[in-house]
């Protein structure tokens, strides 16, 4: 373990050596594209990675081994362990997980929903919506429960240190608002980028989304009962959405005159900052959180029931069409600010996707780049099966090159609230396509498509595979800006993983 220590990246040489399981690792070039951030790796540095994560994926570290840890040194990191064990387990009280979703990671739990039952209902079960933590779920006390307080920090708009505290009940009180909204992890289908190679993050298939129905308070009017608790309203010049106590929503024209006014007196209010009861930070732009199209809420409701703790109990910030990092769970402090959130999640390399042929983040400049928010469009195939004329026969192996009908369906969604107005699917590469049937979600409001949409196609002439027994097919959406998928995922290529977004490919057997 001394020859460990001496490489803890502070050297001449300034390689940074690591050890976990008995085995050594040398992580020189793996500290940069680390999806927490540098900072976070380097608390390892020089030794035992086991005090600061419970589960790593091997699948990083196979090609940064260079050897084995004397078993004396490892019997003396299990003790370290087995004494921490003792003393607790972050992990100890995690919520219940329905079996039918796809574990990638235990602690934290990633988890994603199967393409069999993606879409088998518009609102996904509570149950079956995807999971993507960073830390352990938050587990109140009754105590906590009953203290918690969501805080406002309104000290921008004053110049003097201003920070309402809100409770549940008072939350409640304000007008409920429901929006549908599909959420998507920025990760979804890194799998298909790890076919070309290799990036940094859980290798999701298609099922890192959900839809829900969330109710809950729209978050200009927290920001506005906060303001009326400071007393500020008595000073409209400096206050935010100053109307009446009465919590009543303002008209129209009186909302966007409230807003040009703040955004007038205030030209250095630039993003709305939020901070959760496990210390994830994130941020979203003014414009967003303040606009009466934005639709962002502060939810308490998740499929009519309450928010349960796995999906952010008490409060979560639901901001449509948005990455779905910017809707953070348990959210606690919301501020007004001049700059983007701080940390790795908003500033470092988590959720910034870097040019195709940057394969070492720690070679450009991660300020210079903004981080993901609104996002593009995307789809998936979740059900393919052949289409067999009564005289035919299901079960004969067919000719590679010959052509067959099959019928599949899908969902997609696009960010920024853009419609879907198209899907487009095809069995031969893209030589020939066939439209789609839009069955679901085809009646939301224009330009405030928060939520997926569900497609079906009941005959696509597809060209047997050389295996003789499975077909080749590929869908796209098309948005209302008519922003399209792109062929190929090579050219979106990133470190991270990130928007993948190229047409969704499905092999599947039809014999």
Request: hydrophobic share 35%.
């Amino acid at each position: 373990m001394a020859q460990v220590s001496k490489n803890n990246g502070e050297g001449p040489d300034k390689r940074v050596w690591m050890t976990y399981g008995g085995c050594v690792y040398d992580v020189t070039d793996f500290i940069g594209n680390h999806p927490g951030g540098s900072h976070k790796i380097l608390l390892a540095a020089g030794g035992p990675i086991e005090p600061h994560w419970h589960d790593l994926p091997q699948r990083y570290m196979e090609k940064m081994l260079i050897g084995e840890l004397h078993p004396s040194d490892q019997e003396k990191v299990d003790e370290i362990m087995d004494k921490l064990s003792e003393e607790s387990d972050p992990y100890e009280n995690e919520p219940t997980r329905s079996p039918l979703l796809k574990v990638h990671n235990e602690t934290p739990m990633n988890a994603e929903v199967p393409a069999d039952i993606l879409n088998s209902q518009y609102i996904t079960p509570v149950s079956e919506f995807y999971i993507r933590h960073h830390h352990p779920v938050p587990l109140l006390s009754k105590e906590q429960e009953e203290a918690f307080r969501l805080d406002v920090d309104l000290s921008l708009l004053s110049g003097q240190k201003q920070t309402a505290k809100l409770s549940l009940a008072q939350i409640k009180s304000l007008p409920k608002v429901e929006v549908t909204s599909t959420l998507q992890c920025s990760g979804n289908r890194r799998s298909g980028f790890n076919d070309l190679r290799e990036t940094s993050g859980t290798p999701w298939s298609q099922g890192a989304i959900s839809t829900a129905k969330w109710g809950g308070a729209r978050l200009v009017d927290v920001l506005m009962l906060a303001s009326e608790q400071l007393a500020i309203e008595q000073e409209p010049a400096e206050g935010v959405y100053c109307t009446s106590k009465s919590h009543s929503i303002s008209s129209l024209p009186e909302t966007l005159q409230n807003v040009q006014r703040l955004l007038d007196q205030h030209p250095n209010l630039q993003h709305i900052r939020f901070e959760s009861l496990d210390g994830m930070l994130s941020s979203i732009d003014v414009g967003k959180a303040l606009s009466p199209f934005g639709d962002v809420i502060i939810a308490y409701e998740m499929n009519d029931g309450i928010l349960n703790r796995e999906h952010g109990y008490p409060l979560r910030v639901i901001v449509p069409g948005y990455a779905a990092v910017r809707s953070p769970k348990w959210v606690s402090r919301l501020e007004l600010a001049e700059e983007e959130a701080e940390g790795a999640w908003h500033r470092g390399l988590n959720y910034k996707i870097l040019p195709p042929s940057v394969h070492n983040a720690s070679e450009v400049d991660l300020e210079q780049m903004p981080g993901l928010s609104e996002v593009s469009v995307f789809s998936g195939i979740t059900k393919v099966s052949r289409v067999v004329e009564a005289s035919g026969d299901a079960v004969q192996r067919l000719v590679p090159g010959e052509t067959v009908l099959v019928k599949a369906s899908g969902w997609a969604w696009a960010g920024g609230g853009r419609n879907i107005v198209r899907v487009d699917v095809t069995g031969n590469n893209g030589k020939t396509w066939e439209s789609t049937n839009i069955t679901h979600g085809f009646n939301q409001p224009y330009g405030r498509a928060w939520a997926w949409v569900f497609w079906e196609c009941p005959s696509i002439p597809a060209t047997v595979c050389e295996d003789g027994i499975s077909v080749e097919l590929c869908c796209k959406g098309v948005d209302k800006a008519f922003n399209t998928q792109p062929e190929s995922s090579d050219g979106m290529w990133n470190v991270r993983g990130l928007g993948n977004n190229s047409w969704f490919r499905l092999r599947h057997k039809v014999v």
